[in-house]
């Protein structure tokens, strides 16, 4: 195979939505298994789309999901860095050879013509597609126009015959020619349309492999076009299958969150999210589901990318990060998770206890979000009993467990690990109740629940005044 190059090719919309990320992941794994290069090109010719600020989330974005790309904004390149806006100069040298070769033409109709024309082919239920009405003007007449008349640049799409396209995906897509409209390529304000741009960039920054999403084949075959226009060589193209909510409609905003920020915000980390996305269409074959970055790198192949839609299923995300908060080292979940206690006020200023909490939840923590909820037991002031955790509590055994424990804890000036196991000996001893009867009882009586981190753990956090203040008001109970 020649270089392979390939780009991730975003408009910039102010968030960066989860089916990019995925684009730009597949890029990334399809450049790095083939030693390739990726070149992040950002398309931002669409002035009345802009938004500030959107380019740097979005490089934010891939910096966080650790998708590294050799050429474009921020990166040392000869050529670069990639913004169309900067590259106005070059499509308009480049669409006067198409409109000289004859495979474009200036469009004069009116934005009123063509909402009309538009109206009729819907009220006759026809195709929407420009009727061809400035196809046929003479091209010197066309030139002199063009000096003082409103205009765009339309390609002119070949009125019969097909269109091949030749997808790694989804095999042989037909299209026929007279279905096609004939698209604008520069629009009156003289900047490209994505089409124009897409294809000329591509070329020019030879591009091997277009990899994208689903929604851009029916835009394929005009691309195609353009490419024979310029009597250029197309890139191979592969188009991600679409990603669908549970029920099975395409992703959308109004079905839950599709920005990578949200997930970000919700404390899903970048190796799950990147592990998570990795699945959204591709398998290796079998069963495996949690993979690194580099055996990604090492097992990606479109030839395994599937055809059909992908759900982007919210509980296999959490229990996935689930998965990455217990797998990755003890010092990088300590890192994360204090700044994470931090942003909820949960910082106990004790950097021993805010460890020991961390450690404490870690088992059941399946987004960093949750932490208020699952430390809570930590910071309470008073307890409130699940129903079933007060049932232990008025249980007779129990009130003879609480004294005792108030009765011991008294020789000791803190409750560490060590001191807890012996204080619970004594008890055990004294009252003769063991096993679950006693520790049920206990935990019952410390965090008002009957299941939850480690025993040991949470009183040793807890600390003695609180113990001391938990086992009275169970006695109240
Ligand atoms: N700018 C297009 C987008 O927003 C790029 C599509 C393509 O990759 O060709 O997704």
Not at 79 to 86: A, E, L, M, N
Not at 216 to 230: E, G, V
């Amino acid at each position: 195979m020649s270089e392979i190059r390939v780009r991730f090719a975003p408009s910039p919309t102010g968030y960066v939505h989860v089916g990019s990320l995925r684009t730009a992941l597949y890029n990334y794994l399809f450049a790095r298994h083939h030693k390739g290069r990726l070149i992040l090109r950002i398309e931002d010719t669409d002035q009345s789309r802009f938004v500030e600020g959107a380019v740097e989330n979005l490089l934010e974005a891939l910096r966080w999901a650790g998708i590294d790309y050799d050429e474009g904004p921020g990166k040392e390149s000869a050529v670069g860095p990639y913004f169309q806006s900067q590259r106005l100069n070059i499509y308009k040298e480049h669409i006067h050879a198409l409109i000289k070769s004859g495979h474009a033409y200036p469009c004069f109709c009116s934005a009123e013509r063509l909402e009309k024309m538009r109206e009729e082919q819907t009220a006759q239920n026809l195709p929407v597609m420009y009727d061809g009405a400035c196809r046929t003007i003479p091209a010197d007449e066309a030139a002199a126009r063009m000096k003082n008349e409103d205009h765009v640049i339309r390609i002119k799409i070949p009125q019969s015959g097909e269109t091949i396209v030749q997808d790694i995906i989804r095999g042989t897509v037909h299209f026929q020619n007279n279905l096609l409209d004939d698209q604008v390529l520069i629009k009156t304000d003289g900047f490209p349309t994505y089409h124009f741009a897409n294809v000329v960039d591509d070329h020019l920054m030879r591009i091997s492999h277009v990899i994208r999403g689903e929604e851009w084949l029916p835009s394929t075959p005009k691309h195609m076009l353009i490419y024979q226009a310029f009597g250029w060589e197309a890139p191979q193209f592969a188009h991600l299958p679409l990603l669908l909510n549970a029920d099975r409609s395409k992703l959308s905003k109004r079905q839950g969150d599709v920005a990578v920020e949200d997930y970000r915000k919700k404390g899903i980390l970048p190796e799950a999210l990147v592990n998570f996305s990795a699945m959204l269409g591709w398998n290796r074959g079998d069963d495996q589901e949690i993979f690194s970055v580099q055996e990604l790198i090492d097992s990606f192949t479109l030839e395994r990318v599937n055809k059909a839609g992908a759900v982007f299923d919210l509980d296999k995300l959490e229990w996935m990060n689930g998965q990455y908060i217990r797998s990755i080292s003890e010092e990088a979940y300590l890192k994360a998770g204090l700044q994470w206690m931090q942003s909820f006020n949960l910082d106990t200023g004790d950097p021993d206890k805010n460890k020991a909490i961390l450690k404490a939840v870690r088992p059941a923590l399946n987004k960093f979000s949750d932490l208020p909820q699952k430390a809570a037991l930590f910071f309470n002031e008073k307890l409130k009993y699940e129903t079933d955790a007060l049932e232990w509590i008025r249980k007779t055994e129990s009130r003879e467990i609480f004294s005792s424990m108030l009765q011991e804890i008294q020789s000791f000036d803190r409750l560490t690990l060590d001191e807890f196991s012996q204080m619970m000996k004594t008890v055990q001893k004294e009252t003769g109740h063991k096993g679950k009867k006693l520790w049920m009882a206990v935990r019952a009586a410390m965090t008002g629940m009957t299941g939850g981190p480690e025993l040991p753990v949470v009183l040793s956090i807890l600390g003695k005044e609180k113990v001391v203040q938990f086992l009275n008001q169970a006695l109240q109970q």
